[in-house]
């Protein structure tokens, strides 16, 4: 039997929900687990619970089951909530000791070892409460312990009665260890409802006989950035009524002494006093009532509540002073909305007439059929916002979309696509009028949010490199970032996020926190590469000028933050002799440096100016890249694809990364010239090893690029369709990508 059973939800209370209901915590959960098989003392089973088969936590979960035997994932029905989960959990449970942690806390190095050599010097106990952190999202320096344990407490192992005021009450569930027996002597589980730690940690106060406490951290905490929904108006409070009815209904049945008594009906009530300004003015009567009734019939013989301040909690529900409390609690959510207010009135808009116009047009409806797009903060009509554009005119030709773009590319849209110049008033009244809002970055802060309003972000790559908050560590990148708080204001305008594959929604989740709903259908701009043939490859070679018969190299490296303009990196005329006769290189520079026109010979062809990266893609027989996100565009096509890293350790300093990419490469790794030009050279590029490669690769990064994601997104979002009746994703043995032209051979 193993000393601990860690049981960990990835699902909880959250931040207020999108409208993908509760929060995501797959892109958490996988730091939870990292931090229970990373502790030195082993003795352990871990149980994450999750929704099901095709949640995105679940995959993470069976993951970490592949690896490592001690991991037991168990599932419990997203309805049956946290409660639910954590009772799963708990049934399958073998261990001596129950701990839970939330899907996104993590636990302290070295904490399981506190644990036990706690629970080595003071014998059995019923329940370990132990100190605990709140860390805030922002990476950084955590706080002091938010509840710490008195220090007067008794070292030893003792009886509640030694100390009354030690309650589960103000707790959270996982500030403690509890004795497994203990709990299933008592058949104690978590009560449903919003308040499940209350109901959970008062019912263990009344029935445990012997507790001790560990003055140390054992778990961090992580608040969400938008708060809990509990922190929020609405009917959870009446939950809080019924856990706290149940909680003091045990504790009268048990004949608690009346100290303990006293103790356990102070901290009840001193919850309910702070949810009562957050229960809606239709429900206020209704719920002051139910309070008194429930002070009355509870409090205890005798209790004398104390004077000043300290006695409020028990003068508010014993008279009528909840309205006190409540108008504190408007005035400053009034206080939060006027200043919201006041920072879209002051949003610079261009000139003082196109902002007066762009004030007016936002007082009129939103038209229902009208979509803006806006791809790489104007730079042309591209990415994934272009194919959506394109699908939708097939699927919803109701829609008018009207595609954002800089002045200078405005020549480069296709004529048959509508268009506006940024920052000129008609781009201002489509935005102030659409319903719909993509884009593959994001909008202009002046940009307002409006109700009804629906903002989908279509990201424009998978993350290799860190990204959004992330970023925060690293202070090269993140001088350029600029204000984390701006971007994070962004972010508070998607609706939808859209996923190529699990490790992007996990990233995106820490990334950029808020209360999207993740949408993992693939990336539209990459349909082309399962929907395109033989004569769609030939066309776009003829149009870039790739000789018959000749192997086209796509050579794209990206962005370096620590450099000042743009680097080959690589001498490309030499690449080219040695790497074989027949090769030529079809040069992508970053989107950040220019648009083309390099002078080249006829091996080298410049690419960067040409519209479309995919049909860039289509054209190359084969890849090479160091760390652009380009490499998991291109998996999609199976080709032969080649990491070139001869400064991986610098890139990986200077602007950090989410995985080891040389450990789990697409294909060979170059870290020289010569290497590079010898794996072309000799064919190994496109041998046996660079397949089993790109297969791997494929399988984690390829998961939801099937050919039919902007189908998806057009009907889920656009449409309205329900999920159920969107296209399934095809397995990735099924899809056929557009084939190559000239697919790598050498002796």
Known sequence: MPRFSIIVPSHGDGPPPGRGGSRPVGGRLSLALDSVLAQSFG???????????????????????????????????PAAGLAGAR??????????????????DTLAPGALTALADRLAETGDVDALYCAYERVPWWEGVPAAPAAPLPAALPARAFAPAEAPHLTGVAR??????????????????????DHTDLGWGGLVTVAAERIAVLHRVVVRHLLPRRGSRLELPGEHPFDLLDQSERVLVRAAEQGLPAERAAALFGQVIDALVTAAGRVPARRRRAFRRRARRLYRAHRPAGLRPPGGLAGLPHRLPAARGYDALRAAHAAARLAARAARAAAACRAAAGSLGTRLAYRWHLRRPLDENLVVYCAYWGRGYACSPAALHARARELAPHLRGVFLVEADQAHTVPADVEHAVLGSRRAWQVLARAKYLV????????????????????????????????????????????????????????????????HSTEVWER??????????????????????????????????????????????????????????????????????????VLLRAHYFYDRGGRAGSGRIIDVTGHRSTEEVCLAADALVTDYSSIMFDYAALDRPVVIYADDWEVYQETRGVCFDLLETPPGPVARTPEELARVFRDGSCAGARSAALRAAFRERFCQFD??????????????????????????????????????????
């Open 43 to 77: 003795d352990f089973e871990l149980i994450p619970v999750c929704g099901g088969p095709g949640a995105p936590a679940a995959g993470v979960a069976a993951e970490y089951a592949e690896r490592d035997a001690r991991v037991r994932p168990v599932q419990s029905p």
């Open 87 to 104: 009772n799963a959990g708990m049934r399958a449970a073998t261990g001596a000791y129950l701990l839970f942690l939330d899907g996104d």
């Open 172 to 193: 959270p569930a996982w500030s403690a260890v509890y004795r497994r027996a203990f709990v299933t002597g008592h058949h104690l589980d978590f009560p449903a409802g």
């Open 439 to 502: 884009n593959n970055a994001n909008f202009a802060d002046a940009v307002v949010k409006r109700p009804g309003s629906v903002h989908v972000q279509t990201q424009h790559g998978t993350p290799l490199k860190t990204m959004g908050c992330d970023q925060s560590t690293y202070p090269v990148v993140a001088a350029q970032t600029g204000s984390f708080t701006k971007l994070l204001a962004r972010v508070d305008r998607w609706d939808y996020n859209l996923s190529a594959n699990r």
């Open 511 to 584: 990334a950029f926190p808020g209360a999207w709903e993740a949408l993992e259908y693939g990336y539209p701009r990459n349909d082309l590469f399962l929907t395109a043939g033989a004569e769609d490859v030939a066309r776009v070679r003829r149009e870039l000028g790739v000789p018959e018969g000749a192997t086209a190299v796509l050579y794209a490296p990206t962005h370096r933050d620590h450099h000042g303009g743009f680097e080959t990196g690589l001498d490309l005329e030499a690449f080219c002799a040695a790497a074989g006769e027949d090769v030529v």
């Open 706 to 747: 099937d050919g039919r994601a902007a189908e998806r997104v057009v009907r889920r979002v656009f449409l309205g369709e329900p999920e159920a009746a969107l296209p399934p994703v095809v397995p990735l043995a099924r899809r056929v990508p557009a084939p190559a032209a000239a697919p790598l051979v050498r002796s």
